[in-house]
């Protein structure tokens, strides 16, 4: 099983004040290694394209991201995908990477979004995806505003469809979590998860292919320690790798 994962890291930049003196100081984060180890273990290919890797290197056709049984896009807004870097300061024509997303779904693959400040509308609706092509191949309805709900108190999803695959062998409480992205039912899926009111997990047909939404985090901050120790962590996610690449 090939899986492709795009996001799932930062840059920081820091200003430490000392008196009259300052210093500037920056560091990269990348948070995905637990996730990816997770997914390696269960046996799967991981190919794990980091925000800035992405920008430049994501596949930009069917056929590229064909390579894959499933492509997740967890914490990484839509204008890393859209606006390449030689488009944007060359004025160079490229194919627009969010159309070959929606294509390779509709022509039998696999796609999974996993929340964060960057996914679905996101901080500020800065990653806003209910305005690109990805949203017609999202088994939710994803708001134009920022949609985050950070939760401190701690919010778990609440299983009200346990009939379906992706939560087989999967026994409730879930964990909990410090926050998650505010979605809506959209007709004709299933929704399988609830938070709060919002619908925290559901999976959609399209073409040939399929897709999962899970509104909230795979890994820190909104997800706590507990979901990483949570024993049905490895599972829930293999249920969801499964489940997308079941032949219909």
Known sequence: MKILLAGESFITTENHTKGFDFATLGRYEEVGTPFVKTLQDLGMEVTHLQNHIAQLTFPDTVDELAQYDVVILSDI??????????????????????YAIKDYVLQGGGLLMIGGYFSFCGFEGKARYGMTPVADVLPVKIMNYDDRIDSPEGVSPVIVDKSHPIVKGIEEPWPRYLGYNYLEERPGTHVIAMIKGSVGLAAGEYGKGRSVAFATDCLPHWALPEVLEWKYYSVFWKNIIEWLTEKK
Not at 79 to 93: Q, W
């Open 77 to 98: 807004g839509s204008n890393t995908l859209l606006l390449h870097p030689e488009m944007m300061f060359k004025c160079v024509i490229k194919n627009n990477r969010l």
